[in-house]
C-alpha cells in the first residue's frame, strides 16, 4: 500500500505511480490523502493546516490595519493564498474584523461604476480615513489596480 498525503501535484504523481503499477502488473493499493491549506475539497469539512492558515493569515491583516490606520488616507492590501478558492481570504477576514473589502474569485465584482470596489474604497477614505482590502490570490492583478488608481 502506498498512502500520498500532499496536494494537486503530489496526488498527480501518486496517479502516475498507479498508473505504472497497473501497466507493469504490479499489485498495490493507491491512496490519496489530501493536504491543503486552501481546505477546498469537496466533501471535505476541514484539511490540514486550514486553522493555523487563518490565524497566520490574521496577522498580516492585523499588521496592514496598523499600517493603513497610521497614515492619511491610508489603504493596506493583504493578498493572500487561494488560487481557485478564496476560503483563507473570507475566513481570516471574518475572524479579525478588520477588513473593509474581502475580493475572492468565487464572487464577480467591478472595479468602475457606481456599485464598483473603487467607489466603495474612495468611500471608506473619505468616511472612515483608511480601508484595509483583502485578496485572494485567484482574483488576479485586482491588488495592482486597486493602488495604481490612488498613486
Known amino acids: 500500500m502506498l498512502f500520498v498525503l500532499g496536494g494537486n501535484g503530489t496526488h498527480a504523481g501518486a496517479n502516475v505511480i498507479h498508473k505504472e503499477c497497473c501497466r507493469r ?58 488560487r481557485s478558492s478564496g476560503f483563507i481570504a473570507m475566513h481570516a477576514s471574518l475572524a479579525s474584523g478588520r477588513i473593509d473589502i474581502c475580493l475572492i474569485p468565487e464572487v464577480p465584482f467591478h472595479l468602475h461604476g457606481p456599485h464598483g470596489v473603487l467607489r466603495h474604497l474612495k468611500y471608506l477614505i473619505e468616511t472612515k480615513g483608511s480601508a484595509v482590502v483583502c485578496v485572494a490570490k485567484g482574483v488576479g492583478q485586482v491588488s495592482h489596480s486597486i493602488t495604481s488608481v490612488f498613486h
Not at 496577522?59 to 493578498?79: D, F, M, W
Open 25 to 82: 502488473g504490479v499489485k498495490v493499493a493507491v491512496v490519496g490523502v489530501p493536504k491543503t491549506i486552501d481546505n477546498d475539497i469537496l466533501l471535505m469539512d476541514k484539511t490540514f493546516g486550514f486553522e493555523t492558515t487563518v490565524e497566520e493569515a490574521q496577522r498580516a491583516i492585523n499588521s496592514a490595519y496598523i499600517e493603513a490606520h497610521s497614515a492619511y488616507h491610508g489603504i493596506g492590501i493583504v493578498k493572500l493564498m487561494g
